[in-house]
């Protein structure tokens, strides 16, 4: 598939107190939308970045919150099907954070995140 024909949007759905992200996949044969993954605690979860090298290969980056307002760096990878989270591992010393951009290999073999946290750039890298 050409990827120039791929196209992601993410987007809030409001819902009470909770902001539910959805994502909408499509190409020139097919759609799909979908809601995201969000951890176990997440109050809430927004995405800022995404980054497909196919429409069965994505990766989505954002935070997520808790009941008490802590924010966490979140990454969520798409399988075709369904949007898993990923675990992201803050550095030494950082307690929050956000990851506001993502890029992937284009066989999507490694992704590369940057965001802040504790006022420090924060780079994650998944391969």
Known sequence: MDPS?????????EGGSNQVPIAAIWNVTKRTVGP?????????????GVSCS???VCTAVGAWFNNLGAVAP???????????????????GITEGELDSV????????????GEGGGKTLVERHS
């Open 36 to 48: 995201l993954a969000a951890p176990t605690g997440a109050a809430n979860t927004y995405l800022q």
């Open 5 to 13: 024909w791929l196209h992601v949007d993410v987007v809030l759905l």
């Open 54 to 56: 196919s429409a069965t």
């Open 103 to 114: 890029s992937c290999t284009p066989l999507a073999t490694a992704c590369t995140a940057s």
């Open 74 to 92: 979140l990454a969520e990878t798409w399988s075709g099907e369904k949007w898993t989270t990923e675990t992201v591992v803050n550095p030494k």
